[in-house]
């Protein structure tokens, strides 16, 4: 007889565009490989989770996705990240361009020591999105209300970034990511550093942002990347062992070693 | 599952579920042995005996109970943790169904002993073997997490629902040849089906088994073949002799 | 008087008691604040200042000056007339006090024929008198300031002619042989305009250099090997550092001698390491964070270097600069190498006139064989101090006003 598989929570009924394509990707430091042979794609307008042990290159793999990379002299990544069909380490694409399109948000929130309203206008002004007044201020406002943030810091735009709670402080780094009108918003663990209810609501936050945004989130709880996740890639040591729906992966992964992790048998 | 949890409570947790399961199988396995015995020998004090001891079944499903749900919401159990948990929640509650059968054999035992020994006992007998054996096959693959023990008794029910059709006949038969037999046979009849259903409850114990060891349902239908549902007895023969 | 009014006057004898007649303390205090002052009745006759009457101003330069001012200084004593005596008197007048007179009529000749009253300094020697510096037990020929000198100068003081006042020459005039005429701000003005070359040379050389090993620099052998330098370079004796300027700037390149901006270029070599350290530990203590906030942005390197590491570090660097400065500014080794020891009487314009600087003037005094130098000395050793210390003072109060928590 037929089986009919009832949707898992969360899925997509049909398959949504690849967003980042990357193929046989190897990343190097010095002499050390973190990252072997790694063929992965992300999807548009979902959220796809990286899981897996500590120093198994998710986040390695993530800085790749935006040459963050770049910044550390050792660092070497060969194999190929398309954007949209197009090698983001070919000499055609600008790297600061590139990461007008593809944000990041950090595990650790970290607002510029200015104003607020400086903090969110700083992407916008120096990418040349927005020139006059009243166009930086609508974007302003935009962002905030987009990170869930407006309405708390309204009144108060020219206070300092630092002042606010760690929570909020993240919803304004989002913010702040989102202000430049990027494609895609890669997040580092984002709310390691939070308390349950700010992480909450930034997981609240990403559901909302992923119907105009392609997200890609590094955690490390499992639950929240099943919580959060479409689409789950699970690393180990430098692997890509399993990816696929979050749904199977968290009830009925392919591989042992998945299932070994997310049942908490080794870490 | 070879490798341990690193929480080792974890682990203690899963194993003390399988106790659970393990006694209150222990359990409805003397229940219904002692209940087709009671049945046999027409010991009314052994079908007393049954009916009172019910309750420690009943007791070990609500034990079952909690246990699962506390597992539920401290462990957040993924994967093939998730499906041991949800296999013994439901596998209890086809353990306390069964025990609830053997408990209806035994009150129904009572009630036939009051009359003449009548009855098809050998078939009965035959019947009341077959089924204590999956029962018993069933648990141990349910412990051993072996999906093909499972299988096997899955296919031994096609022999309980062939008993069980003949058994039928039989029992036509008698009520039609004698009509004062009619209500320990009527009340034979429904303990054929008591039994019958017990076997039917051991396939869906295995499979569960097979979910939990796979992942999914087995996908190939079971051999049924009880008839009983179709059976008509032709009376004009008695009526043209 | 009042309570308080004779307290307060004890207390000034108290303070006041203790220093005069104690040279030691005299020279410690450095006294000479305070200046002993004539104020003369001078007839301008215009015979003896411009007989021809054309008031030509070569004419008026050239005229009889210091006739006009003994004259009138002759006029309070009139019984003075042995030849001797007469020097005797005249030597109480400074020889300042012609060239100020002359300045007076040669910028106002319409002065010549009045009778006008003209503030002079008196001789440095009476100043010490006054002080209770001379030594009265010395045979009276042997001293700078013999018994009769003395008596004139009591006999002006009660009339009323000679008064203490204010030493502002001290703090407008530059330097001279005599005593009574000296004044720092010849050194001072060397001293500005030294430090300004310096600043304008080391500041922006120096922060850009952190700059780029900090931000810039690839991580190898030959930024490894300019780090141990530059930190090399902070030790180096700073006499080195005067040689070079003599060898490189003034033999090689030609450069005027003894100017600031000589002066300066070398000062600014001595600071730049001081100024390239600290700055690197500012540009240090930007947390990362921050700069991968901007980067993930898309801000370049530039962006992210200019607008958030660089104002942020910014503290430190000017914290790091104004010491700099003030060690630059107390320095003489270097200086004397390259000639701003010599005597200068003008006050500098610019920074291609000759000059001095503050520590060369204390030197120079120091050496000076009059009595009256060594106090001279001493306040200009105090004026230095009060400069480092305000300049310390201010890299203070600055790095508590940028203090920033991350």
Redesign the interface.
Same mark, same amino acid.
């Given at each position: 007889?037929t089986?009919v598989t009832p949707p898992t929570p969360g899925a997509t009924t049909e398959p949504r565009r690849v967003k980042y394509s990357t193929k046989n990707v190897d990343v190097f430091y010095g002499a050390k490989q973190a990252l072997f042979d790694v063929s992965l794609d992300i999807h548009e307008y979902e959220v796809t989770a990286l899981i897996g042990p500590s120093g198994c290159g998710k986040s390695t793999y993530l800085r790749s996705l935006?040459r963050?990379n770049d910044?550390i002299?050792i660092c070497r990544v060969t194999g190929s990240i398309e954007l949209d069909g197009i090698d983001v380490y070919s000499d055609e694409i600008d790297v600061?361009?590139?990461?007008?399109r593809v944000?990041?948000v /950090?595990q650790?929130p970290?607002?510029?020591?200015k104003t607020i309203f400086e903090n969110v206008a700083?992407?916008p002004r120096?990418?040349g999105i927005a020139t006059s007044k009243s166009e930086i201020d609508a974007i302003v406002e935009d962002s905030l209300t987009k990170a869930g943030l407006w309405k708390e810091v309204k009144d108060r735009l020219d206070e300092a970034g630092?002042g606010l709670s760690g929570g909020q402080q993240q919803r304004l780094?989002i913010a702040?990511?989102i202000a430049?009108q990027p494609e895609v918003i890669l997040m580092d663990e984002p709310c390691s550093a939070l308390d349950p209810i700010a992480t909450a609501r930034i997981e609240e936050l990403i559901d909302e942002l992923r119907n105009n945004f392609s997200i890609v989130i590094v955690t490390h709880s499992?639950?929240q990347a099943a919580r959060v996740s479409q689409r789950t890639a699970f690393f180990h040591l430098g692997d890509l062992v399993e990816v696929g729906e979050t749904g199977k992966i /968290?009830?009925?992964?392919d591989d042992q070693k998945t299932?070994?992790y997310?049942?908490?048998? /080794?870490? | 599952m070879v490798t341990e949890h690193i929480v080792t409570k974890f682990d203690e947790d899963l194993n003390q579920l399988d106790n659970l399961i393990a006694e209150m199988g222990g359990h409805a396995e003397h229940q219904f042995a002692d209940s087709i015995k009671g049945l046999i020998r027409r010991d009314t004090e052994l079908a007393e005996k049954v009916i009172l001891n019910d309750k420690r079944i009943d007791a070990i499903e609500v034990a079952v109970d909690q246990h699962t749900i506390s597992m539920l919401a401290l462990r957040q159990p993924m994967a093939d943790d998730l499906r041991v948990v949800i296999t013994a929640l439901r596998i209890a509650s086809i353990i306390e169904r069964i025990g609830d059968y053997s408990k209806n054999i035994s009150k129904r035992t009572v009630a036939i002993t009051q009359s003449a020994p009548v009855g098809p006992a050998r078939t009965i007998s035959r019947m009341g073997d077959v089924v204590q054996g999956m029962i018993n096959t069933v648990l141990d693959a349910y412990l051993q997490r072996n999906a093909d023990l499972a299988e096997d008794v899955r296919q031994r029910d096609e022999e309980v629902d062939a008993l069980h059709t003949s058994l039928f006949r039989e029992l036509l038969t008698y009520m039609m040849e004698d009509p004062r037999s009619i209500s320990a046979c009527t009340h034979l009849l429904f303990v054929a089906k008591n039994i019958e259903r017990i076997g039917d409850h051991a396939t869906n114990i295995a499979e569960n088994v097979y979910f939990l060891v796979h992942g999914k349902m087995p996908d190939e239908t079971r051999p049924k073949d009880d008839q009983s549902s179709y059976t008509m007895i032709d009376d004009s023969d008695k009526n043209n002799n | 008087m009042s309570n308080t009014e004779s307290n307060h006057i004890r207390l000034v004898n108290a303070i006041y008691e203790p220093i005069r007649g104690n040279t030691t303390l005299l020279e410690a205090w450095g006294f000479y604040l305070f200046n002993q002052e004539f104020e003369l009745e001078i007839e301008l006759s215009e015979d003896v200042i411009d007989p021809s009457g054309t008031r030509d101003p070569a004419t008026l330069a050239r005229a009889n000056y210091r006739k006009v001012v003994f004259d009138a200084l002759l006029a309070e004593f009139p019984d003075v007339k042995s030849r001797g005596d007469k020097r005797k008197l005249r030597s109480m007048l400074s020889r300042g006090a012609s060239f100020q007179v002359q300045k007076l009529v040669v910028d106002d000749p319409g002065l010549i024929g009045q009778r006008i009253n003209v503030v002079v300094p008196v001789s440095s020697d009476f100043d010490l008198y006054e002080k209770g510096v001379i030594n009265k037990d010395v045979a009276d020929a042997d001293r700078r300031v013999s018994d009769q000198q003395m008596i004139w100068h009591d006999t002006l003081k009660e009339r009323g002619r000679i008064t203490t006042s204010f030493n502002t020459t001290f703090f407008t005039s530059a330097d001279s042989r005599e005593p009574e005429l000296a004044g720092i701000w010849g050194a001072v003005s060397g001293s500005f305009f030294t430090m300004i070359v310096t600043l304008l040379l080391s500041f922006p050389i120096g922060v850009a250099a952190a700059v780029y090993l900090e931000e810039f620099a690839p991580k190898n052998r030959i930024t490894q090997i300019i780090e141990v330098n530059i930190n090399n370079l902070a030790a180096v004796p700073s006499i080195v550092y005067g040689l070079l300027g003599l060898a490189v700037f003034i033999n090689f390149f030609g450069l005027p001698r003894s100017v600031p901006l000589v002066g300066g270029m070398v000062l600014a070599l001595m600071t730049l390491p001081t100024i390239i350290i600290a700055s690197r530990a500012a540009l240090k203590a930007v947390p990362p964070s921050i700069r991968e906030a901007a980067l993930g942005l898309g801000a370049s390197r530039m962006q992210v270097v200019s607008h958030h590491v660089l104002p942020l570090a910014m503290p430190g660097i000017l914290t790091g600069t104004i010491i700099g400065m003030a060690q630059a500014l107390g320095e003489t080794a270097p200086l004397l190498m390259i000639g701003m020891v010599a005597f200068i009487v003008d006050i500098p314009g610019g920074i291609t006139d000759p000059a001095t600087v503050l520590p060369v003037q204390v030197y120079l005094w120091a050496d000076s064989p009059e009595r009256a130098f060594v106090a001279r000395t001493s306040a200009a050793i105090m004026v230095l101090l009060a400069f480092l210390i305000v300049m310390n003072a201010l890299a203070v109060l600055l790095r508590k006003k940028f203090e920033r928590r991350w």
């Open positions: 007889m089986t935006n963050m910044t002299d600061v361009h590139l990461r007008a944000g990041m /950090f650790k970290n607002p510029f020591p700083y992407g120096i990418h630092t780094c702040r990511a430049v499992m639950q /968290f009830t009925t992964p299932q070994d997310i049942t908490g048998r /080794f870490g | - | -």
